[in-house]
């Protein structure tokens, strides 16, 4: 079981940024390095969607609509995953989760809300 905390959402204006954490306080440090993580977002009536992923070797991929002013990051040593958010856009609005793949699992923390409004 991998036990994942989000935090860092909140209400942002147009053109704002956000840095996303996901905290793995549970995670043996050597374990979380070898983690396939990523982050993932639902807005209202919509699918959850891939927005930025991260490798065990630190290979990253965003999605289009992200690609250039996200950058999804990992502190191995913390145990924590980031995901900086510049040029917020009122389609950003949704709900961020962190995903970890391990184990033939995939494990979800709880999201944390992003809403970019004015």
């Known amino acids: 079981q991998v036990y994942l905390v989000e935090s860092g959402g909140g209400l942002v204006q147009p053109g704002g940024s956000l840095r996303l954490s996901c905290k793995a306080p549970r995670a043996i440090t050597s374990v979380f390095s070898q983690y396939v993580m990523g982050w993932y977002r639902q807005a209202p009536g919509k699918q959850r969607e891939l927005v930025a992923s991260?490798?065990?070797?630190?290979?990253?991929d965003y999605s289009d609509s992200v690609k250039g002013r996200c950058t999804i990051s990992k502190d191995n040593s913390r145990k924590i995953l980031y995901l900086q958010m510049n040029n917020l856009k009122p389609e950003d609005t949704a709900v961020y989760y962190c995903?970890?793949?391990?184990?033939?699992?995939?494990?979800w923390g709880q999201g944390t809300q992003v809403t970019v409004s004015s």
């Open positions: 991260i490798s065990a070797n630190r290979n990253t």
């Open positions: 995903k970890v793949a391990w184990g033939g699992s995939d494990y």
